[in-house]
C-alpha cells in the first residue's frame, strides 16, 4: 500500500467527469481502493474520491465518526459507480471543508436526506438512506466524481475562508455541524 498525492483546487484533474468502473472487482481497482483508504486516514479526511488522488474513476469513500453535531457514526464505507437521489426537498446549509482546498472551510447547501446506491469493494450492491451530515458527505464526495468542489456549490463566497479564521469568528455549533 501507499499514500497517494491529492490533487489540489486547480489541478485539472478535479474538473474532469470520472469514468465508470468496468471491473470492480479487478486487481488495479482493489489496489487503487487501499491505497485511497490509507491515503485518506493519513490526511484525517471523513472522505475522499478517486479524482483527488488523479484517478479518474468512479470511486469515493467515506467515513462518519459521529458524535457531536454529526449524528450516528458510520463505518467506513466504498462506493464504485454510485447513484444518489435526493428523498425530499430539504435543503441544510453547514460549513464543508476538502483535501483538495486544505486550509479552507465555507457553508455549503446540500439535500437533506437522500437515497445512494453503489458497489462495496467486494462487488455486492450497497444501498442505503442518509441524512444531515451521511447525506452531505456523499454529496460533496459524489460531486468530486464530477468535476464539481464544494466552493462552486455555494451561493455566498462571503462564508468561504481559512478554517483558523473562521472557527474562530463564527458561532461554534454552526461550523461543528458540517466539518
Ligand atoms: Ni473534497
Known sequence: MSILKIA??????????????ADPTAPEIRRLIADMVETMIDASGAGLAAPQVHVPLRVLMFL??????QGEA?????????E???????VQTAYEGCLSLPGLTGAVP?????RYRGLGRDG?????????????VVQHE?????????????????????????????????FDEGE
Not at 8 to 21: D, F, K, N, S, T
Not at 64 to 69: D, F
Not at 84 to 90: K, N, Q
Open 142 to 174: 459524489y460531486d468530486h466524481l464530477d468535476g464539481i468542489l464544494y466552493p462552486m456549490r455555494m451561493p455566498d463566497l462571503g462564508s468561504f475562508g481559512f478554517v483558523e479564521e473562521i472557527r474562530r469568528t463564527r458561532d461554534e455549533a454552526e
Open 64 to 69: 462518519v465518526p459521529g458524535g457531536r453535531g
Open 74 to 82: 458510520v463505518p467506513l464505507t466504498v462506493l464504485i459507480n454510485p
Open 84 to 90: 444518489i437521489e435526493p428523498l425530499d426537498d430539504s
Open 8 to 21: 489540489r483546487m486547480g489541478h485539472p484533474i478535479l474538473q474532469g467527469m470520472a469514468e465508470a468502473v
Open 124 to 136: 455486492k450492491v450497497i444501498e442505503r438512506v442518509a441524512e444531515g451530515f451521511h447525506a452531505r
Open 110 to 114: 446540500r439535500f437533506g436526506k437522500l
